[in-house]
């Protein structure tokens, strides 16, 4: 068969779900199996393609036609310039996580310049956050934790990809009770997180490729979605360095909560930081 007929065939199977793109996805898929650019496909319509690629594509299709998530039938995910390794059981990274991310790169270069520092991350998932973090930020070593095992072999594999072994260190536990052997308290300087903040009753109107495939507890933050939120911003406080920050991800309507406890907890500095469609995603703070 050739490119063009096989990528009819993608895109008329696709085309039976709703919200999916199915030209993209398709070309997305084929450029994947091929191991080629996307401009190839485009350029290459006439091109045959070998029975064993055919099989995989329309298998891959087929699954994403039942709603998988293309970065768990590709398993990779680009985070911040990044290709990430990705399977089922672990979140994929978002692009509002990079504003996150991004926040944070700019802050240390513009006011920790040369200093070495040690953050902490809470959740860590794929890792996206910690090693990009380590990979982008030269002076610093990550302490990052999470509760799933499962998460924690895709963020190793990640680390290894990265050669991150020197600058990050994933840790098993509950929120900070995974670093606790580790005495850092007041001792941190930036501690990061995006951690679960859907609330329950809102995850089964979420759509199929979330709802259906995506882990739980990653999404889960309890009946009010602060649940996480009302732990790290009190605890925060105690591993902080004086001056230190810190930075979570929040959804677009919880802005405002998550603020007020920051506050209510004596932060400082504290901002709400707007994604690319001006919904509120991030919210910082400092301890005095
Ligand atoms: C929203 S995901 C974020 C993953 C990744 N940091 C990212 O931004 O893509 C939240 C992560 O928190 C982890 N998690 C849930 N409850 C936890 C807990 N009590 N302690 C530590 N990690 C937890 C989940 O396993 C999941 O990997």
Redesign the pocket.
Known sequence: MEINELLKLGVKELGKREYLDPISESIIILSYLQNVDKSYIYTHGNEEVNKEIVDKFLDFIEKRKEGWPLSYILKEKEFYGLNFYIEEG?????PD?EILVEWIINKVNEEFKNEYLDIV?????????ALTLAYYLENIKVFA????DK?LKVAKINRDKFKLNNKVKFYK???FN?IKTLQLEGKVDIIV?????IPTEDISKLQIEVREHE?K???DGGESGFS?YEKIVPDSKEYLKREGILAV?IGYDQGTYVKRLFNENGFKDIYIIKDFQGLDRVVVGRVP
């Open positions: 672990v979140l994929v990274p978002r996580t991350e809470l959740g860590t998932g794929s890792g996206c956050i934790v999470d509760i799933d998460a536990g509950d929120l995974g997180s995006n951690p679960p903040y882990p507890n990653a999404l996480y991800e």
